[in-house]
């Protein structure tokens, strides 16, 4: 099993939907998640992070953590055109002081 | 805060020149930053770590004498990528941890390297 998997998508939601991405990963150790967006031609920007069970919620978005099962998700309610990017999940590399980052996924707000 | 900013955010060299790229952390001192690549629809590849004072930890397969990195400063890192071929052509990225042991990483805005 990879690391960190997300499912590439692209996951399609109309204007207004919640959008749900998933991420499932491999080191029951893991104790920080983090959630990234990227623009097409852009370098990630830091948009959440989690680090104990449960839900935490910033504005639209909110990142659910389950360590027993091993995902992390981020639903983002009333979607927008403009939240249309790539979903990168990342968990530090046991050990290290570095990133793992999925695929991403790849979300589109169709208007 | 945790801002960070990247110089040139593009450039186009010719094959078998060098090109210095510079990374710096505009608010906050980062004794760890990161420096990646991104090919085109690509996911994101970690090159190596660069520690303030010591030398950068590179991944494996990336070539330490090809890619030079230098963190000379609390603020500053810079990959020079020397002897440059169109395959080196890519977005490459760099990222700083804001604040030490959280894992918590931003991203500069990139480098659009071309090699001709």
């Known amino acids: 099993q990879k690391e960190v998997e997300q499912n590439s998508g692209p996951l399609s939601v109309p204007e207004g939907a919640i959008a749900s991405l998933n991420c499932t990963y491999s080191?029951?150790?893991?104790?920080?998640f983090f959630w990234y967006r990227q623009y097409s031609g852009k370098s990630p920007e830091l948009i959440m992070f989690?680090?104990?069970?449960g839900d935490k919620e910033d504005g639209r978005f909110t990142a659910q953590l389950n360590k027993a099962s091993q995902y992390v998700s981020l639903l983002i309610r009333d979607s927008q055109p403009s939240d249309s990017a790539t979903y990168l999940c990342a968990i530090p590399r046991a050990g290290s002081y570095q990133l793992t980052f999925g695929k991403g996924t790849k979300l589109s707000v169709i208007p | 805060g945790a801002v960070v900013s990247q110089h040139p955010s593009w450039v186009i060299c010719k094959s078998g020149t060098s090109v210095k790229i510079e990374c710096r952390s505009l608010?906050?001192?980062?004794?760890?930053m990161f420096w990646y690549r991104q090919f085109p629809k690509q996911s994101l590849m970690l090159m190596a770590t660069s520690n303030e004072g010591s030398k950068a930890t590179y991944e494996q397969g990336v070539e330490k004498d090809k890619f030079l990195i230098n963190h000379a400063s609390l603020t500053l890192s810079t990959l020079t990528v020397t002897s440059a071929h169109p395959e080196d052509s890519s977005f490459y990225i760099c990222s700083a941890e804001a604040r030490s042991g959280t894992y918590e990483q931003y991203f500069g805005p990139g480098t659009r390297l071309t090699v001709t």
């Open positions: 989690i680090y104990s069970n």
């Open positions: 608010d906050f001192q980062a004794t760890t």
């Open positions: 080191d029951r150790g893991s104790q920080s």
